[in-house]
């Protein structure tokens, strides 16, 4: 029996230059994403003039909420490609977008001097970073998640969020770089924050040419009905994209809560000065990428469900605690422990949910399935995750989100209970297994 799923080489070499072809285009597109966040607290005067630091970081947290709504129309765009035309020819188009959009907020003239402009020529760029990464997601996933032994498929393709890491922790060297050796901080607010945007254009470039040379790990010739299809994903597999849903829904929250916004949290809750909040979360990413391997392991040889039910439970338990008592702290070690706390329990999480959600869907809809309801919930709950926190703490009621965190990832808890262990019954399994 046929399967439009190829065999890998069964070479250690080749396999682990696949993971290294497949991570690192994946490093730069979230280098490029996150970058803007964490450049954040420096351009938005430049796009958005005026004297409330809390109203302008709002307003560029709204363009990366807007930037979020693109990522269904990618999840859809790029799965289609991935799936009838293989994973390289997706990652490769994807990457090559998001260097465009990177390039283009770098060369954007501020407010001062095009006006209205600046910000909506920002804006359309974050919109094709956000069809970019919105598509990568479930294309990398799925194939990091088909070149991998099964014995070891959670571990490979946990490099999927050591890299998604990897591009917050590059942007972040990137800023303690500028800040410490090269810029002064009138020279980071005037033009320095430019520099990270050419250099991840750069960076795409080098991915690009990389992913060019990658393996494939489908059958692109092999005809098989359905292939990418919108209606074949609904009406074969609506369990599954609404795991899917219900699987990233708390998870992506918490993952946004305490990595891209925990760096304007601390600089506008706990009042620490915005190159301590650099430093202190660049040391938090560094550990926090370390960890997803090993969590990758464990769901090797324990199952990917005790995990998610363990991050479910504890979640649920903590962020409030968490969240509660990190805004009242003075101590930048406090601070740090309690961050680092949050981040092994959303390893639970973010470890694995990509080798989840590619062992629910066949490969002629594996990309599509994985990335589109995966899009779309990013787009409404991670995307949307700095935009509310910062809302509620202009209305005086901060709190408000820790309650909301904690509610999203108690609706994930009851999926993660209703739902089976997906390493046992996989669909990569049973197609290798067709071969």
């Known amino acids: 029996m046929s399967s ?7 070479k250690t070499g080749w396999r682990l230059k696949a993971i290294l072809t497949g991570s690192i285009g994946n490093l730069v597109e979230w280098y490029d994403w996150y970058v803007y966040t964490a450049f954040a607290l ?29 990522r269904p129309l990618g999840g859809w765009f790029f799965g289609k490609i991935a799936d009838q035309k293989g994973r390289k020819a997706a990652m490769t188009l994807s990457v090559l977008l998001m260097s465009f959009g990177s390039l283009l907020i770098a060369l954007t003239p501020g407010y001062d001097s095009i006006g209205w402009l600046a910000p909506v020529i920002l804006l359309v760029a974050r919109l094709l970073q956000g069809l ?77 040419y990389m992913r060019r040379n990658m393996h494939e790990s489908v059958n692109v010739a092999e005809k098989k009905e359905g292939k990418g299809s919108v209606v074949v994903l609904f009406k074969e597999h609506p369990r599954a994209v609404l795991t899917v849903v219900g699987l990233t829904l708390g998870g992506t929250l918490a993952f946004y809560t305490y990595t891209t916004y925990m760096q304007k949290f601390l600089v506008n ?3 620490l000065s ?37 991050f479910g439970i504890l979640g649920t338990i ?31 999480y973010t470890s694995i949910n990509a080798v989840v959600k590619a062992e629910m869907f066949p490969a002629e809809v594996r990309a599509l399935g994985v990335g589109l309801p995966y899009a779309l919930t990013v787009a409404i709950f991670g995307g949307t995750a700095e935009t509310l926190a910062l809302y509620w703490k202009s209305i005086g009621h901060e709190s408000y989100y820790y309650v909301y965190v904690t509610v999203c990832i108690f609706v994930s808890l009851i999926v993660y209970t209703l739902s089976r262990d997906s390493k046992n019954g996989s669909y990569i399994d049973k197609e290798l297994k067709e071969q």
């Not at 439009?4 to 069964?10: I, R, V």
């Not at 796009?47 to 979020?68: E, M, R, S, W, Y």
């Not at 194939?143 to 890299?163: C, D, I, K, N, W």
């Not at 090269?182 to 690009?208: C, D, K, N, T, Y």
């Open 4 to 10: 439009l799923l190829q065999t890998p080489p069964q």
């Open 318 to 348: 903590f962020t409030i605690p968490i969240l509660t008592t990190l805004s009242h702290t003075t101590s930048e070690w406090q601070a740090f422990f309690l961050i680092l706390g949050a981040l092994i329990i959303v390893s639970g």
């Open 132 to 208: 970019s990464v919105g598509g990568e997601y479930g294309t990398s996933a799925t194939y990091l998640s088909e070149v991998a032994t099964p014995e070891r498929r959670g571990f490979y393709s946990s490099f999927q969020y050591v890299t998604l890491i990897g591009g917050q922790l590059l942007a972040l060297g990137v800023q303690v770089i500028l800040q410490k050796v090269f810029l002064s901080p009138e020279q980071m607010h005037s033009w320095g924050w430019r520099i990270p945007f050419v250099i991840g254009a750069l960076l795409a470039f080098v991915a690009l």
């Open 274 to 310: 915005i190159e301590r909040s650099t430093q202190l979360t660049f040391f938090l990413m560094l550990i926090y990428a370390g960890m997803q391997p090993l969590f990758g392991w464990l769901s090797d040889k324990f199952g990917r469900k005790p995990l998610l039910m363990g």
């Open 42 to 70: 420096y351009f938005a005067p430049i796009f958005f003039p005026g004297d409330n630091k809390t109203l302008q970081l709002l307003n560029t947290a709204a363009i990366f909420a807007v930037g979020f709504l693109m």
């Open 269 to 271: 809750t706990v009042h």
